[in-house]
């Protein structure tokens, strides 16, 4: 008695004379039916069955009745009283739900096999974290190691861990073309290409220039909408750069080519946007921990490698807020204590998350609040809230660290060991309001 089954519908054919023309005594397909259910439910004598599909095999959302059904219960609720809760039975999503083999329900059955299935659930335990103990000591090849992947490892120590040295991918690749019109740009798109955008109009370049090449790529939807589009971002980005042009308009020196031996490691790379203020890294987008984290990492290598020029001074250039990175006296040191650090989370997951960490450092250095106190803040950042994620829905923190806590006395630890000397180093710098030219 499904709503789209019964009763049934007359599908009517183009040549037939007799359904375009009716007459008084015609037969109709839903008449009959409707006068068979009248004639089945009068012919029972101790019970009446009726079934149908009521809930969805997907989200098990309610699905209404055949329309007699309905007017069966509203006839039952109007003479009798009965609610449709009464009346009604509803069965459960799988056959092994433990609704089936509990004392005083309305629902059993007799599958064993089922009764089974469902007691397995009351023997279920606590998922234990994939790596329960420290792994052995990974290949020497690992102590070669570029900027770039060093400031990776910090942005998630975990994720780093798996992918590397146990070759496990938890992100979901998507290996087929969306075949749908694109009317918009998703975040990371959108990120991706104003970041080009700016790069673009730092090297001096007219963003007019380079919209045929960015057309033709797909990158923007099709039409007048990819170009209004275009044309909005082209003056958020004209305005970022303005605002930050007092911090660019220096002379800009040669690619620098790293090569550092620092304790039986090998850090290599090769490092642009070096201006004769500095080290200068302009990210189109709020400023988040790990962006620090990785101009700090760039900042305290090349004043490994510069260690004649003192006054060395790194900056970062964000939306929202600008940072200034002031000389290091033992960058050598620091870098020590990074490369132990990256070390270790190389055979066990490492007690380091970037937003946890930051705000918990953070906190004690900057608010000057009590330590159990800013451990309470990191824990909000973790575990999030109704209205943002947590750090912990991360897949690969989550696989690694399960249920636990891991804000543990190593997080603190290891936290104040990488975020205290960045703090110590790093102050926001005031940028001007630009004012945009239509």
Excluded at 419 to 436: D, G, M
Aim: hydrophobic share 35%; proline share 4%.
């Amino acid at each position: 008695m499904n709503t789209d089954a019964f009763p049934r519908e007359t599908k009517t054919l183009e040549f037939d004379l007799m359904t375009k023309h009716p007459r008084v005594g015609d037969r109709n397909r839903k008449n009959d039916d409707k006068y068979l259910f009248l004639e089945a439910l009068l012919s029972a004598r101790n019970k009446f069955y009726i079934s149908y599909v009521g809930q969805s095999i997907r989200d098990n959302a309610r699905i209404p009745p055949s329309v007699l059904v309905s007017e069966l219960l509203d006839c039952i609720k109007e003479g009798f009283g009965c609610s449709e809760e009464q009346v009604v039975i509803f069965h459960r999503l799988q056959a092994f739900s433990p609704e089936y083999f509990k004392n005083n329900s309305d629902l059993f059955s007799y599958s064993y096999e089922n009764f089974i299935a469902s007691s397995k659930i009351f023997d279920r335990k606590e998922a234990l974290p994939l790596i329960s103990t420290r792994l052995p000591e990974p290949d020497k090849e690992f102590k070669d190691l570029s900027i770039k992947m060093l400031s990776i490892f910090f942005n998630n120590p975990a994720k780093y861990l798996l992918e590397k040295r146990l070759g496990i991918y938890l992100q979901e690749r998507a290996d087929v073309l969306d075949e749908r019109e694109n009317f918009r740009l998703d975040h990371l798109g959108k990120f991706m290409l104003e970041q080009e955008l700016v790069t673009t109009r730092l090297s001096g370049s007219n963003l007019k220039d380079i919209y045929a090449s960015i057309k033709a790529s797909g990158e923007l939807p099709h039409g007048k909408v990819g170009e209004y589009i275009y044309n909005e971002m082209s003056l958020d980005a004209e305005d970022f750069v303005r605002k930050i042009n007092d911090h660019t308009k220096g002379l800009r020196l040669e690619d620098l080519d790293v090569e550092l031996d620092i304790a039986g490691f090998r850090i290599f790379d090769h490092v642009t946007d070096v201006y004769e203020n500095g080290l200068i890294q302009t990210i189109y987008a709020n400023t988040k921990p790990k962006y620090l984290l990785n101009t700090w990492i760039y900042h305290l290598i090349i004043s490994a490698l510069l260690e004649d020029k003192g006054s060395l001074r790194s900056f970062l250039l964000c939306k929202d807020a600008a940072w200034e990175f002031t000389p290091v006296i033992s960058a050598l040191d620091i870098l020590k204590s990074l490369l132990d650090i990256y070390w270790k989370g190389m055979s066990a997951p490492l007690h380091f998350f970037p937003v946890s960490s930051f705000e918990y450092v953070y906190q004690i250095l900057q608010k000057k609040q009590t330590q159990s106190a800013s451990l309470n803040v990191a824990q909000r950042k973790w575990r999030g809230s109704d209205f943002s994620r947590g750090e912990s829905e991360d897949p690969y923190f989550e696989r690694c660290f399960g249920k636990t806590n891991p804000l543990d006395k190593d997080f603190e630890k290891i936290s104040m060991n990488i975020f205290s000397p960045l703090l110590n180093h790093c102050s926001e710098i005031i940028l001007k309001t630009p004012v945009r030219y239509q």
